[in-house]
């Protein structure tokens, strides 16, 4: 299994820049995609960016243009890079990994705020 730890969720105000990450540890070994997702209150958690071993992006239509998902193979490390923030932005974000035959594995989740 994978161990996840997110960081850098904080409370922004509306317009500002927050940049997530999200360090890999244990048996990296074959994971083919890394995704955040995020979960507000009182709704389902959601997909937000996906990126695959490959290098290949997808977004969710709410953040495209905004966000932006990268990682850093040599350091075993995500990012999401969020701009533009807007108060419905305002959830628990989850760093998820897919491995090929392990299935998916998740952190802890860090709160991003965003409100004046």
Sequence with gaps: ???LVESGGGLVQPGGSLRLSCAASGSIFSIYAMSWYRQAPGKQRELVA???SGGSTNYADSV???FTISRDNAKNTMYLQMNSLKPEDTAVYYCRTDQLGL???WGQGTQVTVSS
């Design 50 to 52: 996906r990126i695959t």
């Design 103 to 105: 299935g998916a594995s």
């Design 64 to 66: 495209k243009g905004r």
């Design 1 to 3: 299994q994978v161990q």
